[in-house]
């Protein structure tokens, strides 16, 4: 008995030590590996593409080496950083494909994620096919014919059907809607992963394979494995409000970065520096190439970049 | 064998009616024949009837915008959750401070001086080795963020375990209460709850440690109530004799001779816990298992491999190093032990101050050997000559599409064609004859609650993935448990391989699975196999070789053969170790259920990696309940009667 007793007397003490010495907010907390050598640290999120990587590797390499501060990086999906950005986890989200119910929550509601304004770089999604293939079937980068084709798409996977392989669950994607509006027979195949579908695509195209597939530019791979976009009725605005429904293109979406709200006012240099960062889709798949092609780290990379176009980046620091 | 004596066989049944196992099945048979046609009149339809499933999706969506909006205000979150994770971010930055003042050399001379003292020089040596061997493959700052982190999860539920054991192995109340809870904790796949872990702690350190607590502390509370009751009942008599009180009993005889048992717990839950070293970067812990995660993001397996070998270091040494501790327990202390542990003390603090003299805390740049290219290079020519066009046994392309077509495709189909009351009875018929009715019914409420949760479909397709990847690892598990057990020579050579089969991150060799097999379910399967395989090879080889051997030296020497032995003396006497293998392949194939999500398998990995990316709670929790669900089935269903009585003892 005597045993409990003292168990129940720890555990009710633990929990007074805990709970009563004041509140303790969670969004003030950073990361414990930050600031680890007494320097100033910025901590930008991550995305699991290759593009997002090259951003963030020229962020952080112009932070370390031109502004002096220290940088973390942490490696997380698009909603997720949004929820880290607004506790204060990390201070930057550099590109992002549009989450207007996150914008609405955390920029206009809470006020606890600040605009950062236009990354410069202008997102599209859609359907490719490999160039190979379209010089084959002209007519197949329209999607009025793609039932005609569905037998070339044809995988263990998608059983009878054509195969669309659709990729990472992080992405925007209404493929299932629309196959389904645009009574197409084929059948959606999620990779599972971004890792996977460019592995997956590598392959086919190594055999010069038909393959159907949602991508998106800017992105790295188009150079390794030219891509011809599908065709898909046009967008409209507002055409892609109600997620079942949807029977048009993808948008074009102008990429946004975000920063915390405390930390684009109290962010010094390094705040104004992420607010003036801008540059091209050319300049992004210069170094997202370097990265996932020629196997260079992301820090290698950026200081090549950072190297040859200083009339660029001189400009974000002023 | 209880069980079977207890029911005396009852006379005027007919002949097969004696045997236990078809007395059940009639039973089972009797009571469906009452119930399935009510059923079937009343909800007809194939999959399970809508009307009996219960939408989670609205106030799960609910709960997650209530936590959201009130996270920075309510007292809960602050006065309870605020202060849990602060403490968690005190801890792990003042591990992570110390270890970067002490620096890469001393860090070493510390790990290999406490092996030294617990386990010998030669397992000293291979500790600095592994140390070393981070930092010249440029991990070293990453690596002492993982140990950090590992350091206060593992004491941490080391703790938490502790308690729990303590509790268990004291009261019976608490053990009936905690029993079925450990249970549910050791098939529960860790992907299941990060997200709403996530969402109370939001992404980072916090989230990553208390996940790791959770998934690390079950093994040391379970072993902890094992050891207090396992303790010899005439020792803690004549303690008793001796008018001691409780408490003293409890401190000076029970918990030292349950301290074998403690020290298996504290090597499980280390393991437990570098395994989800990986798994916690996905909610940023940072570390080796961020490393690994970007370079999935790169497609670069020689990148994620470099970041993967330091784990399976840190994992070997830790295991071998309280491996070699509990062994060396009962063994007489050596004399001059003090004085061993003052020359280590003396000998960490000058290689300490040296490294700090020298200006030498961060392990140097020009140190690094690069080992990504040349991976990459293997791993290119590998999957390049492999895919397909291999002359006779065609590529690896062609065996996953016929797998997916003439295996997965039919047990998938067949599965989601029979109507759902066929499926509980299936499941109850199996359950049942291999262990209790109690086994039998967890597993079809189990089951049952999958269709409630509205998930039938999904889970039927991960059910045929599992039971696929299951077969063919207890084929290929079985044959090569039995090489080694026949072997020696083979079982040591086998060894290190399973070793790092069983610690490498899985996220490591997704790239190459999915350049070999495709996406699908087939690479899904492969990744399964590969996880799950080398468990089943260490427990056949194992029970194999427990075998008794003056039955083995008997039946030679009438003359059997190698072959005859093997099949009328071994597999037969080592039939629980096979059942064993069989609940472990089920378990650990389930376990990668998530990862298979990460390479198009689909179904419910696939909805837990949705939930956790898309910040969705009702599809990722109720997926994450679903798989958890499949666990307990598939585990009662493979659970003999007898290790139900052993746990019991």
Same mark, same amino acid.
């Given at each position: 008995m005597r045993i409990r007793k003292t168990a129940v007397i720890a555990a009710a003490s633990s929990l007074a030590l805990l709970t009563g010495c004041g509140a303790a907010d969670m969004t003030k907390q950073a990361s414990p590996f930050a600031n680890a050598q007494g320097a100033k640290t910025v901590t930008l999120s991550v995305q699991s593409w290759v593009g997002a990587q090259s951003n963030v590797a020229v962020a952080q390499y112009i932070l370390e080496h031109e502004l002096g501060y220290r940088v973390d990086t942490v490696q997380v999906d698009e909603v997720p950083a949004w929820d880290a950005l607004s506790q204060g986890r990390v201070d930057a989200l550099l590109e992002d494909w549009g989450h207007p119910e996150q914008e609405q929550r955390y920029v206009k509601d809470k006020k606890t994620i600040a605009a950062g304004g236009g990354l410069g770089v202008t997102g599209h999604i859609g359907w490719f096919v490999p160039t190979y293939l379209a010089k084959q079937h002209p007519d197949i980068t329209n999607w009025k014919n793609l039932n005609k084709y569905a037998d070339l798409f044809r995988t263990p996977e998608s059983g009878n059907k054509g195969q669309l392989m659709d990729g990472s669950p992080s992405y925007v994607t209404n493929d299932k809607a629309l196959v389904k509006n645009l009574k197409l027979d084929y059948q959606v195949v999620f990779a599972g992963s971004e890792a996977a579908q460019i592995t997956q695509m590598k392959q086919f195209a190594k055999e010069k394979k038909p393959f159907l597939t949602y991508w998106y530019s800017p992105q790295w791979l188009f150079k390794k494995v030219p891509m011809t976009e599908v065709k898909l009725p046009p967008y409209k605005e507002g055409c892609d409000a109600d997620p079942e429904k949807v029977a048009c293109a993808y948008p074009h979406t102008p990429l946004q970065k975000y920063l915390n709200a405390d930390f684009a006012k109290k962010g010094g240099k390094a705040a104004a520096f992420l607010k003036k960062f801008r540059w091209t889709t050319e300049d992004q798949n210069e170094v997202s190439l370097m990265i996932a092609d020629k196997k260079m780290t992301p820090e290698d990379a950026a200081k090549k970049w950072v190297d040859s176009h200083e009339s660029t980046w001189r400009k974000w620091l002023s | 064998m209880a069980t079977v004596t207890a029911n005396p066989p009852r006379l005027g049944l007919p002949g097969l009616l004696k045997n236990r196992a078809v007395q059940k099945l009639f039973l089972l048979a009797l009571a469906a024949a009452i119930l399935v046609p009510l059923a079937n009149a009343r909800w007809?339809?194939?999959?399970w009837p809508s009307a009996l499933t219960v939408d989670f999706s609205e106030p799960l969506a609910k709960a997650s915008d209530w936590i959201i909006d009130n996270r920075d205000s309510h007292p809960l979150f602050l006065y309870f959750f605020g202060h849990v994770s602060n403490v968690v971010v005190i801890a792990v930055r003042a591990v992570y401070l110390t270890l970067l003042a002490v620096g890469w050399a001393g860090v070493t001379a510390i790990g290999a001086l406490v092996a030294w003292r617990v386990a010998g020089v030669k397992l000293a040596l291979g500790t600095a080795a592994a140390f070393l061997a981070c930092g010249l493959l440029g991990m070293w700052v990453p690596t002492m963020q993982t140990l950090a982190l590992m350091v206060v999860a593992v004491l941490a539920s080391v703790v938490v375990g502790a308690l729990l054991g303590l509790a268990a192995g004291l009261s019976d109340r608490m053990d009936r209460m905690l029993r079925p809870v450990l249970d549910t904790m050791q098939v529960l796949p860790a992907f299941a709850y990060l997200l709403?872990?996530?969402l109370v702690f939001g992404i980072g350190v916090p989230a990553a440690v208390l996940a790791t607590v959770i998934y690390a502390a079950p093994p040391m509370a379970r072993l902890t109530s094992l050891g207090l009751r396992g303790a010899d009942k005439e020792v803690l008599e004549a303690v008793e004799s001796l008018g001691s009180t409780a408490r003293q009993r409890l401190l000076t005889a029970r918990i030292p001779l349950a301290r074998k048992e403690l020290l298996l717990g504290l090597n499980q839950t280390i393991m437990m816990a570098l395994s989800m070293a990986v798994i916690a970067a996905v909610i940023g812990a940072g570390g080796l298992g961020d490393r690994v995660y970007q370079a999935l993001a790169s497609v670069d397996v020689g990148a994620a491999l470099a970041a993967g070998i330091p784990i399976v270091l840190l994992a070997v040494v830790l295991d071998r190093v309280t491996g070699a501790a509990g062994e060396k327990l009962g063994a007489e202390p050596e004399p001059h032990s003090g004085r061993g542990w003052l020359f280590a003390?003396?000998?960490?603090?000058?290689?300490?101050?040296?490294?700090?003299?020298?200006?030498?805390? %961060?392990?140097?740049?020009?140190?690094?050997?690069?080992?990504?290219?040349?991976?990459?290079?293997?791993? %290119?020519?590998?999957?390049?000559?492999?895919?397909?066009?291999v002359p006779v046994v065609g590529g690896t392309a062609d065996w996953a599409g016929h797998f997916t077509t003439w295996v997965l495709d039919p047990v998938r189909d067949g599965l989601q064609a029979l109507p759902w009351w066929a499926v509980l009875l299936i499941v109850a018929a199996l359950a049942w004859v291999i262990g209790t009715w109690r086994t039998a019914l967890t597993a079809v409420l189990a089951m049952a609650a999958i269709g409630v949760l509205g998930v039938w479909k999904p889970s039927l397709d991960t059910l045929s993935q599992v039971l696929a990847a299951v077969a063919v690892t207890l084929v290929v598990g079985f044959a090569v448990?039995?090489?080694?057990?026949?072997? %020696?020579?083979?079982?040591?050579?086998?060894?290190?391989?399973? %070793?790092?089969?069983?610690?490498?991150?899985?996220? =490591?060799?997704?790239?190459?699975?999915?350049?070999?097999?495709?996406?699908?379910?087939?690479?899904?399967?492969?990744?399964?196999? =590969?996880?799950?395989?080398?468990?089943?090879?260490?427990?056949t080889t194992q029970g194999l070789r427990q075998v008794d051997p003056s039955v083995m030296e008997a039946s030679g020497s009438l003359g059997a053969t190698s072959w005859q032995q093997l099949r009328q003396v071994q597999l037969p006497l080592a039939r629980p170790a096979l059942l064993l293998a069989v609940n472990q392949g089920l378990v650990l194939v389930l376990a990668v259920v998530v990862i298979g999500g990460l390479v198009g398998g689909g179904a419910l990995g696939y909805d837990v990696v949705f939930g956790l990316a898309q910040g969705d709670l009702a599809t990722g929790l109720v997926a994450g309940a679903a798989i958890v669900c499949l666990g307990l089935m598939l585990d009662r269903v493979t659970q003999p009667t007898e290790r139900r009585a052993k746990k019991g003892a």
């Amino acid at each position: 008995m005597r045993i409990r007793k003292t168990a129940v007397i720890a555990a009710a003490s633990s929990l007074a030590l805990l709970t009563g010495c004041g509140a303790a907010d969670m969004t003030k907390q950073a990361s414990p590996f930050a600031n680890a050598q007494g320097a100033k640290t910025v901590t930008l999120s991550v995305q699991s593409w290759v593009g997002a990587q090259s951003n963030v590797a020229v962020a952080q390499y112009i932070l370390e080496h031109e502004l002096g501060y220290r940088v973390d990086t942490v490696q997380v999906d698009e909603v997720p950083a949004w929820d880290a950005l607004s506790q204060g986890r990390v201070d930057a989200l550099l590109e992002d494909w549009g989450h207007p119910e996150q914008e609405q929550r955390y920029v206009k509601d809470k006020k606890t994620i600040a605009a950062g304004g236009g990354l410069g770089v202008t997102g599209h999604i859609g359907w490719f096919v490999p160039t190979y293939l379209a010089k084959q079937h002209p007519d197949i980068t329209n999607w009025k014919n793609l039932n005609k084709y569905a037998d070339l798409f044809r995988t263990p996977e998608s059983g009878n059907k054509g195969q669309l392989m659709d990729g990472s669950p992080s992405y925007v994607t209404n493929d299932k809607a629309l196959v389904k509006n645009l009574k197409l027979d084929y059948q959606v195949v999620f990779a599972g992963s971004e890792a996977a579908q460019i592995t997956q695509m590598k392959q086919f195209a190594k055999e010069k394979k038909p393959f159907l597939t949602y991508w998106y530019s800017p992105q790295w791979l188009f150079k390794k494995v030219p891509m011809t976009e599908v065709k898909l009725p046009p967008y409209k605005e507002g055409c892609d409000a109600d997620p079942e429904k949807v029977a048009c293109a993808y948008p074009h979406t102008p990429l946004q970065k975000y920063l915390n709200a405390d930390f684009a006012k109290k962010g010094g240099k390094a705040a104004a520096f992420l607010k003036k960062f801008r540059w091209t889709t050319e300049d992004q798949n210069e170094v997202s190439l370097m990265i996932a092609d020629k196997k260079m780290t992301p820090e290698d990379a950026a200081k090549k970049w950072v190297d040859s176009h200083e009339s660029t980046w001189r400009k974000w620091l002023s | 064998m209880a069980t079977v004596t207890a029911n005396p066989p009852r006379l005027g049944l007919p002949g097969l009616l004696k045997n236990r196992a078809v007395q059940k099945l009639f039973l089972l048979a009797l009571a469906a024949a009452i119930l399935v046609p009510l059923a079937n009149a009343r909800w007809a339809s194939g999959t399970w009837p809508s009307a009996l499933t219960v939408d989670f999706s609205e106030p799960l969506a609910k709960a997650s915008d209530w936590i959201i909006d009130n996270r920075d205000s309510h007292p809960l979150f602050l006065y309870f959750f605020g202060h849990v994770s602060n403490v968690v971010v005190i801890a792990v930055r003042a591990v992570y401070l110390t270890l970067l003042a002490v620096g890469w050399a001393g860090v070493t001379a510390i790990g290999a001086l406490v092996a030294w003292r617990v386990a010998g020089v030669k397992l000293a040596l291979g500790t600095a080795a592994a140390f070393l061997a981070c930092g010249l493959l440029g991990m070293w700052v990453p690596t002492m963020q993982t140990l950090a982190l590992m350091v206060v999860a593992v004491l941490a539920s080391v703790v938490v375990g502790a308690l729990l054991g303590l509790a268990a192995g004291l009261s019976d109340r608490m053990d009936r209460m905690l029993r079925p809870v450990l249970d549910t904790m050791q098939v529960l796949p860790a992907f299941a709850y990060l997200l709403p872990v996530v969402l109370v702690f939001g992404i980072g350190v916090p989230a990553a440690v208390l996940a790791t607590v959770i998934y690390a502390a079950p093994p040391m509370a379970r072993l902890t109530s094992l050891g207090l009751r396992g303790a010899d009942k005439e020792v803690l008599e004549a303690v008793e004799s001796l008018g001691s009180t409780a408490r003293q009993r409890l401190l000076t005889a029970r918990i030292p001779l349950a301290r074998k048992e403690l020290l298996l717990g504290l090597n499980q839950t280390i393991m437990m816990a570098l395994s989800m070293a990986v798994i916690a970067a996905v909610i940023g812990a940072g570390g080796l298992g961020d490393r690994v995660y970007q370079a999935l993001a790169s497609v670069d397996v020689g990148a994620a491999l470099a970041a993967g070998i330091p784990i399976v270091l840190l994992a070997v040494v830790l295991d071998r190093v309280t491996g070699a501790a509990g062994e060396k327990l009962g063994a007489e202390p050596e004399p001059h032990s003090g004085r061993g542990w003052l020359f280590a003390l003396a000998g960490v603090v000058a290689v300490a101050v040296a490294g700090r003299l020298a200006g030498r805390l %961060d392990w140097p740049d020009s140190w690094v050997v690069g080992i990504a290219e040349p991976v990459n290079r293997a791993v %290119d020519w590998m999957t390049a000559h492999l895919y397909s066009g291999v002359p006779v046994v065609g590529g690896t392309a062609d065996w996953a599409g016929h797998f997916t077509t003439w295996v997965l495709d039919p047990v998938r189909d067949g599965l989601q064609a029979l109507p759902w009351w066929a499926v509980l009875l299936i499941v109850a018929a199996l359950a049942w004859v291999i262990g209790t009715w109690r086994t039998a019914l967890t597993a079809v409420l189990a089951m049952a609650a999958i269709g409630v949760l509205g998930v039938w479909k999904p889970s039927l397709d991960t059910l045929s993935q599992v039971l696929a990847a299951v077969a063919v690892t207890l084929v290929v598990g079985f044959a090569v448990g039995i090489a080694a057990a026949r072997s %020696d020579r083979l079982e040591r050579a086998l060894r290190p391989v399973l %070793d790092v089969f069983q610690t490498m991150p899985q996220f =490591v060799y997704l790239i190459p699975v999915v350049a070999l097999f495709g996406v699908g379910r087939a690479p899904a399967v492969a990744a399964a196999i =590969v996880y799950a395989l080398p468990a089943v090879v260490r427990i056949t080889t194992q029970g194999l070789r427990q075998v008794d051997p003056s039955v083995m030296e008997a039946s030679g020497s009438l003359g059997a053969t190698s072959w005859q032995q093997l099949r009328q003396v071994q597999l037969p006497l080592a039939r629980p170790a096979l059942l064993l293998a069989v609940n472990q392949g089920l378990v650990l194939v389930l376990a990668v259920v998530v990862i298979g999500g990460l390479v198009g398998g689909g179904a419910l990995g696939y909805d837990v990696v949705f939930g956790l990316a898309q910040g969705d709670l009702a599809t990722g929790l109720v997926a994450g309940a679903a798989i958890v669900c499949l666990g307990l089935m598939l585990d009662r269903v493979t659970q003999p009667t007898e290790r139900r009585a052993k746990k019991g003892a």
